[in-house]
Each structure stands twice: as C-alpha cells, then as structure tokens.
C-alpha cells in the first residue's frame, strides 16, 4: 500500500530469501506451523491506520454503553450460555478489508469482529521474524499505541494468569494438537507457562475442574479459552466431556459467552462509514432488489463457514431461522498488493487487549492475510503464492 516500499521488497525478494524466512518460522515449534504463510507482510501508511482505530472506538462505545449486555443477549446460544459472566471480554480482535469505495480511493471496511483470542502469543514471534526478513525501516511497527514486544508479552501473560500461578491456568481446546492454529498454543505455552489441554482431558468433581500432568492431578482455577462451543457439534468421537456450561468454581479468559456477544451479532447496531450496513433477516421489512451487493451470512458460523457471498431471493426465502441470520452490504475488496502475478487482496486483524480496570480495550498489534480467491482464507486460496498469513506494519 505504499508504493515505494513495495517497489523495494518485490525488487529485492528472492525464492531463497523466502524458503529461509519460512524456516525460520516453523522452527518456532516444528511440525506446527499448519497453515500457509505469505510472501509479503502488508505496508500501512498512517492515515489508513487511524481509519481503522476510529471505526474501533466507534464500535467499542457501543461495547462499553451500559446497554450492551442486554442488547446482545439473544447472540448467545442459550444451550451453550456459561454462568458467571466476566465485566468484560479481555481479547477483542477487529477484521479490516482494505477496500475501494465508490471514489476509487482505498479506505477500510469491518468485515468481522470477536470477543475471542486469536493467534496472539505467535504474532510476537512471528512479526518479529518478518521485519528482519523484510528488514522493515524503525519508522514501521506491527504494535499499536507503542507497545512493544516486550511490553506486548508482559501483558499477554499478566491478562492469562490473572492473580494465579501457571500450573493452575490452562489454555483450552478440543484436539489441540489436530488444530491449524497449534502453533499458536505451543508460543503461549513458551511465554505464559501454562499446559494446553484438551477438553476431553478434563476432569471434574463437584464443583471443581482438574486436569492431569504426569500422572499429578492438578487444579484448574483459570482457562484460556480457545475453545469455539458451537464448533464442538462438528468434531465426531468427542465422546463423553465435560459440560462446562455447568456452575464451576473457575475463571474464565476471556468468558465464552462474549465469543457470541461481540461477533456479527454486534453489527446491525454499529453505524460507522467504515461499517458496512447490516440487517438481521428476520427485521428485514423488504428484500433490497440489488441483492448482488450483499452478502447473506449465519449468525453462528465460523471461519466464513455459510456464507453466501452471490445472494439471490431463493437463498433467503430458503432461509428457515432468519433470527439467525444477517444480510450485510458486500465490501469491494481492493486487489491493491501488488505481487510476481495478479495483486492480492488485504484483511487486517487488529489485537486488542481489556485488562482489568481499564474503561475501555487498547488496541495492540495484529495479524494480517493475503488472498487472491472470492473470500479470505485457506480453503479459498489453494494453490496459490502470495496468499495466506501474514502481518501488517504501520507507518509510526
């Protein structure tokens, strides 16, 4: 995105430099680095950055608003609500599509938003890795509100454990050694301390959750949750768990029910320029007769699972539970990086963390993907170069 330092990394990138960055990479923890990593990170000039922190802060007053919590009651799913409830979702991350609006002019547009974690601990390493790789200039950071990774990781570790000790917090998953984001799980074991168990692992007695580590059962008092509960209904031969969705005595990071409070739920009452305009189904008082420009997306998917991005009228008067469905204002995603073949197109996630006693989350850093496919993602981009994760640095 900006032009000269593009000119400078394609000019300069070699195949070789390229394999030896991508070792680099996976040797953060070997074996676990299962999804694809793209050649380039992304370039940010300033003014596209504060476009992006604006929209967030518009979105975070409707977080913070008193209101919320009852607005986005019917987003969770009553049969996965989990008691106790924390004040607040300590991860919070923001998905941006570099897009091109009705003026040509590139500008960001929220396609997605979670009250969930994402692949924090990595980024650190991983950006990391990327700036000397593409021996970024000082004036050019992946963190936000000068953070660094030093002071980054500090935090990421004190929001984990809360006032706990390591071998008492868990990160938790369902077979976290079958998940693509593994690698993940392995980086915020290095930097927090804690274990990452599997869901089919726990033990539970009374009131109390435990988990078992060289043959020593071990109280858990805090999870890292990693853990999608609507996702569960896919995995076959779980077998007999845990409901967790019982009262135990356990803390919880962030707490599962903001997973669903802020997540497209959220955006039929976010009204933003950078927002695009959303609908429940159900409140829908007439079908738009230009439905080529919007995208028809379930409420309780994940990772673009559902999504029928070329609407017709059949597909929604197909639609059975419109409650759980939303009719958003299809973005027009800018192929505007440009690459050895055809330019790619640009997601920006942005990391945001809300620690305790703050008023209002801060946002951190991010992850950043490259597609040349209809949507962003792995399965919409196989066999293709330039494509896949990859991280954004922002012009100081």
Same mark, same amino acid.
């Given at each position: 995105?900006?032009?000269e330092?593009?000119e400078?990394?394609?000019t ?13 990479v ?5 074996n676990?680095?299962?999804?694809r990593n793209?050649?380039t990170?992304i370039f ?8 992006m922190l604006?929209a967030?802060?518009?979105i975070?007053?409707?977080?913070? $608003?008193? *209101?919320? #919590?009852? =607005? ?5 799913p009553?049969? !996965?609500k989990?008691p ?5 979702a ?7 599509g570099i ?7 590139l ?7 979670q ?6 601990a990595?980024q650190?390493?991983h950006s990391?890795?990327?700036?000397e790789?593409?021996?970024?200039p ?11 990774k030093?002071?980054?990781l500090? $935090?990421l *570790?004190? #929001?984990? =454990? ?7 917090? !868990?990160?938790?998953e369902?077979?976290?050694n079958q998940?693509?984001?593994r690698?993940?799980?392995k980086?915020?074991?290095?930097v ?9 692992k726990i033990?539970a ?7 078992e580590?060289?043959g ?9 949750n990693?853990l999608?509960f609507?996702?569960?209904?896919k995995h ?8 967790l969705?019982?009262e135990?005595?356990v803390e919880?990071v962030?707490?599962?029910?903001w997973?669903y ?6 955006l039929?009452?976010i009204h933003?320029?950078y ?6 189904l ?17 409420l309780?998917?994940?990772a673009?699972m559902?999504v029928?991005i070329?609407v ?10 419109p409650e ?5 204002t299809?973005v ?5 990086i440009?690459?050895?073949?055809i330019?790619?197109k ?9 620690k ?10 991010n ?9 962003i993602?792995?399965?919409?981009n ?15």
């Amino acid at each position: 995105m900006i032009k000269e330092l593009r000119e400078k990394f394609n000019t300069a990138f070699t195949p070789e430099k390229y394999a030896a960055y991508i070792q680099k990479v996976e040797s953060l923890s070997p074996n676990n680095l299962d999804f694809r990593n793209a050649e380039t990170p992304i370039f940010i000039p300033k003014d596209f950055k504060n476009k992006m922190l604006a929209a967030c802060e518009c979105i975070i007053d409707v977080i913070v $608003d008193e *209101k919320f #919590i009852a =607005l986005t009651d019917r987003g969770i799913p009553q049969n !996965i609500k989990v008691p106790n409830e924390s004040k607040q979702a300590e991860f919070i991350v923001f998905d941006f599509g570099i897009c091109n609006n009705a003026a040509g002019e590139l500008e960001p547009q929220l396609i997605e938003m979670q009250g969930f974690p994402t692949l924090y601990a990595f980024q650190a390493f991983h950006s990391e890795l990327t700036a000397e790789y593409a021996n970024m200039p000082n004036n050019f950071s992946p963190y936000l509100n000068g953070y660094t990774k030093e002071s980054y990781l500090n $935090d990421l *570790k004190e #929001i984990i =454990l809360g006032k706990h000790k390591p071998e008492n917090v !868990i990160l938790l998953e369902i077979f976290p050694n079958q998940q693509k984001t593994r690698i993940d799980f392995k980086c915020t074991e290095q930097v927090v301390g804690i274990s990452t168990v599997c869901l089919t692992k726990i033990i539970a007695e009374g009131n109390k959750l435990f988990y078992e580590k060289e043959g020593v059962k071990i109280p858990v008092n805090r999870i890292y949750n990693r853990l999608i509960f609507d996702d569960l209904q896919k995995h076959e031969g779980i077998g007999e768990v845990v409901d967790l969705t019982k009262e135990y005595d356990v803390e919880w990071v962030p707490q599962p029910n903001w997973f669903y409070r802020i997540s497209k739920f959220t955006l039929p009452f976010i009204h933003h320029p950078y927002v695009p305009k959303t609908y429940f189904l159900n409140e829908l008082k007439q079908v738009p007769t230009d439905l080529e420009n919007y995208v028809l997306k379930p409420l309780f998917s994940f990772a673009g699972m559902g999504v029928l991005i070329d609407v017709t009228k059949a597909d929604i008067d197909a639609v059975t539970d419109p409650e759980n469905w939303i009719l958003q204002t299809k973005v027009n995603y800018a192929d505007v990086i440009e690459t050895m073949d055809i330019p790619a197109k640009g997601e920006i996630r942005l990391f945001y963390f809300w620690k305790e006693g703050w008023a209002r989350p801060i946002a951190v850093h991010n992850l950043s993907r490259l597609s040349k496919g209809k949507m962003i993602g792995t399965r919409y981009n196989k066999d293709k170069e330039w494509v896949g994760g990859t991280v954004s640095f922002f012009e100081q």
